[in-house]
């Protein structure tokens, strides 16, 4: 392990992924691998008898710090907060063969978002990336047994709390449905044409909207809840925000069948479509830009 960067490079994913999962963000996870990274450059790492286990133990621990400070600023974020847009799932991949290994819907991250850092860490490090409870004990530095309650007070959270819907773990496949990219082109008729009839017919009657603009950009500041309301919020943004230079692409976005809207200045909006039974049960929008740098359609 002479070389720090070639012995560290095949466990980036595992690490990126932990973070990501940790912080929702994939801008601080890639700064909480880095840190990692340093922080291996600099070790004795010939006194390391367990690589991936000094590697993810050092990522959690930082992620558990950098929470810390995450959470000051969540306190205030100018309304709904949602994790950062990914397209490319398998590239987060824990490498294990665990239920919710492949899990990156917005709605598993919305619900770890309201555990404790702690019940966080341990929930993903044992239940997601396999870690024993002796390592998960040794990483963050309680007992086994305090771990194993921290486990299962998240577990009991992530099953009681995730919404409709998010029980199934994403196909790897990226490709989307035809039947699910039919119902996107036709959602996306109907809000260009401002078609509130055919707009509603395609909306669940207790779909909910939930739109992420961090302050930065205009966004609805509280959950829309309701076809008739969705409807009529929708076709307004979309006759006041439209711009004859923007242009759309699908792609799956956190597991889900999506659009991603992108300007001349690259990507302005993700919109991640929850459907059940040919109908909309939630859209995830997320227009903050400093959560859409890295979408660049390239």
């Not at 700064?31 to 004795?44: G, I, K, P, S």
């Not at 990483?139 to 577990?155: G, K, M, N």
Request: proline content about 5%.
């Amino acid at each position: 392990m002479s070389n720090p960067a070639a012995s560290f490079e095949p466990y980036r994913r595992r690490l990126l992924g932990l973070a990501y999962r940790m912080l929702g963000s994939m801008a601080d996870g890639e700064d909480a691998v880095q840190e990692t990274y340093l922080r291996w450059h600099a070790a004795d790492r010939g006194k390391v008898s367990d690589p991936r286990a000094f590697l993810m133990t050092t990522t959690a621990r930082i992620c558990l710090d950098m929470l810390t400070s995450a959470r000051a600023r969540r306190e205030e974020y100018v309304g709904p907060w949602l994790p950062e847009p990914v397209v490319d799932t398998a590239t987060l991949a824990p490498d294990s063969r665990t239920e919710l290994a492949e899990d990156l819907s917005i709605a598993l991250l919305l619900t770890l978002d309201r555990l404790s850092p702690l019940e966080r860490a341990a929930f993903l490090l044992h239940d997601v990336f396999d870690f024993s409870f002796t390592e998960v004990a040794a990483t963050l530095e309680r007992s086994e047994a305090a771990c194993r309650q921290l486990a299962a007070r998240a577990r009991s959270h992530v099953r009681e709390i995730r919404p409709r819907g998010a029980v199934a773990a994403p196909p790897r496949s990226a490709e989307i449905d035809a039947r699910h990219e039919q119902l996107m082109l036709a959602f996306v008729a109907a809000t260009r044409s401002g078609d509130l009839n055919a707009l509603t017919n395609l909306l669940a009657g207790d779909v909910r909207i939930v739109t992420d603009g961090g302050g930065k950009v205009a966004a609805a500041l509280n959950v829309l809840e309701g076809a008739d309301r969705a409807a009529r919020f929708l076709v307004g943004a979309t006759r006041k925000g439209w711009r004859d230079d923007f242009t759309l692409r699908f792609a799956t976005i956190n597991g889900l069948p999506g659009v991603i809207l992108d300007g001349p200045e690259g990507p302005v909006q993700t919109t991640a479509f929850q459907i059940e039974d040919a109908v909309i049960r939630a859209l995830y929008v997320v227009r903050n830009p400093d959560k859409l740098r890295h979408l660049s359609a390239g």
